[in-house]
Structure formats: C-alpha cells, structure tokens
C-alpha cells in the first residue's frame, strides 16, 4: 500500500494504541477468529462454529469423485456428506475405523484427538480429513504432521487447496459474497491400504474455486 495511511486508521491506532499499518490490516481482513484454543481453553467452544459443512457440489468435486469414501466421522443429520455418518453421539473417536474410506471435517476447536485417531486407525483403507490450513503453529499440526507427511514410507500427504472455500452455516443454502472465511483450507490424507496415487484438482474444479480467493 502506497502513500499515507487513511484518517481514520490513524484516528483508531491513536484510541487503541496499535500501529497505524496494523489497524489498516486489520480492516482488511474484517473477520474475527473463533474457536481457537486460547479462546475455547477456559469458557468453552462455540457449537455453532464448529457446525459448518461445504455445499455438496463443491464436496462432491473436491473430494467424494477423488477418493470415494464410504462414511462421515464427524456429522450431523443436516450436513452430513455421506449417507452413513457418525453424529457427536456417536463419537467417532470411539468407534473403529477399521476397513473404511473416511471422510472427517472435524470441529476445528479440538483437532487433535482427531489427528491422532487418523494416525491410530491403521486398518483403515484412507482417511482424508479437511482442516484449516491456518493453523500450522500448532501442537497438533507441529506433532502429528509437519514431521510425518510427504515423505517416503509415511502414509500422509498433505494438499494444501487453492482459494478460500466458503462453508454452510445449519440451515443455510446459499452462502453470501463476503461470507468467506480468514483462511485456506488442507486435505491431510492417511493412505493405508489404497496406496493408489489420487488426482490432483483438476481445471475445471480450479475454475469453481477461483471466486473463492
């Protein structure tokens, strides 16, 4: 950003006592994080964050024609992906994985037991777990993937997606131009018995996505 910084970002450092450049960004990105840990730690996790589901035609696309999975780990009755699914009932991290293609888009206000039950679940064929991609500096992300994936003889690969994919809040059908989340998003893969190599996002899906940027 060239030149002077407006007015009124000048005006807000002075009232809050933040650097001028920081308020600007801050404007720019207009979105307050939630349900991260040193904000869920002591009150409690927001549910109605962690519910959100990709619209079908994007997850169709972006991951069932890719990988063919069988059940949603991490569901409800009104955005499951998969005619079989597990509920918060039925607690997925409870329940053995053991011959199935799973698909898991876990809350992302405790994703660690989620990650772990991936690297558990062995007698699974594939995993293939959508998180956000914000969050690399993590204990979870510096633990469990960033020392194990993409190298010879580990079972992840990890697939960090183009653009900015927009979720379904319950009850919602169409999702709103500004209503884009502060992040991106990565498939993290556990390949244990279909050592297949999958497709990559093809043309037509990276067109889809775009607008998502």
Known sequence: ???????????????????????????????????????????????????????????????QNRYRLTIDAAAAAHNAKLDRYWTEEDDALEQSWAGERIYCNPPYSDIGPWVRKAWSETEAEIIVMLLPANRTE??????????????????????????????????????GANERPPFGCVL??????????????????LEILKPNV
Not at 138 to 146: A, C, G, L, P, V
Not at 168 to 175: D, N
Not at 194 to 199: E, F, I, K, P
């Open 1 to 63: 950003m060239r030149g002077a910084l407006r007015p009124e970002f000048n005006k807000a450092a002075s009232r809050r006592r933040i650097h001028p450049l920081v308020v600007c960004l801050m404007s720019l990105v207009g979105f307050k994080g939630q349900n991260r840990p040193q904000q869920t730690r002591y009150a409690g996790s927001k549910r109605h964050v962690d519910d959100r589901a990709l619209p079908q035609e994007i997850w169709q696309m972006l991951i």
């Open 188 to 205: 993290c893969v556990w390949s244990y018995s279909d050592n297949r190599l999958q497709s990559r996002i093809d043309a037509p899906l």
């Open 138 to 175: 993590q204990i979870w992300w510096q633990d469990e993937i960033e020392p194990k994936r993409d190298r010879a003889g580990s079972p992840l690969r990890v697939e960090f997606l183009p653009g900015r994919l927009r979720f379904l809040k319950p009850g919602q059908q169409l999702i």
